[in-house]
């Protein structure tokens, strides 16, 4: 949930938090979309990479010209997910990277108190309604009718051709049931109507 949490409002809400959590013992310097922070007479890049892809070649290459614009020691980049390459090209720059994951950063946020409120974080319960209009939209009434009638056929080559059968006829139900019910639900969206 808290991966989801930050994917969905961004780097900037990462940021927030782990700044209030580091503010407490070093000094930090923002960098716009990032941070800069001292710790032991050396600078550390903080590289907010959360995404809902890979941490990518480009982003270790970015963080890089950032820590070398800014004369970083050390680039730490916060991501949910490393691609292989993207730490092979990290063997190749001269500041040490390190790559902080979910779970360390849950962990330390949690111990200062940071992690957003479990409101933030719960995922709203979806209507039974939409999973009906997701499974029974138009466009799904040709697979169905391609579903039933290809277990249809089949049933005439095996030996258990009752569950084949009632296989194909739920499936041509579905047809027809997604037929109907897109009929019926056509012109209830009062923003795309004529």
Request: hydrophobic share 45%; proline share 2%.
């Amino acid at each position: 949930n808290f991966i989801r949490y930050v994917l969905l409002n961004g780097n900037a809400a990462l940021k927030t938090f782990v700044e209030k959590a580091l503010a407490q013992n070093f000094d930090l310097q923002d960098l716009g979309e990032h941070t800069l922070l001292s710790y032991k007479d050396k600078t550390v890049l903080i590289y907010y990479a959360y995404k809902f892809g890979s941490l990518s070649e480009e982003d270790v290459a970015k963080s890089y010209r950032l820590a070398k614009q800014s004369g970083a020691d050390a680039i730490y980049a916060l991501t949910n997910h490393l691609d292989r390459k993207a730490l092979a090209v990290a063997e190749y720059i001269p500041q040490r990277f390190n790559v902080t994951g979910t779970t360390t950063l849950y962990k330390y946020l949690l111990k200062k108190g940071l992690i957003p409120n479990k409101d933030a974080l719960r995922r709203k319960s979806g209507k039974a309604t939409d999973l009906l209009k997701t499974v029974l939209k138009a466009g799904n009434a040709k697979y169905y009718v391609w579903a039933g009638l290809t277990t249809a056929l089949l049933a005439l080559f095996t030996p258990i051709t009752t569950y084949y059968v009632a296989f194909s006829f739920v499936n041509l139900a579905l047809a027809l049931l997604t037929i109907f019910f897109s009929e019926r639900s056509e012109g209830k969206n009062e923003l795309f109507r004529e």
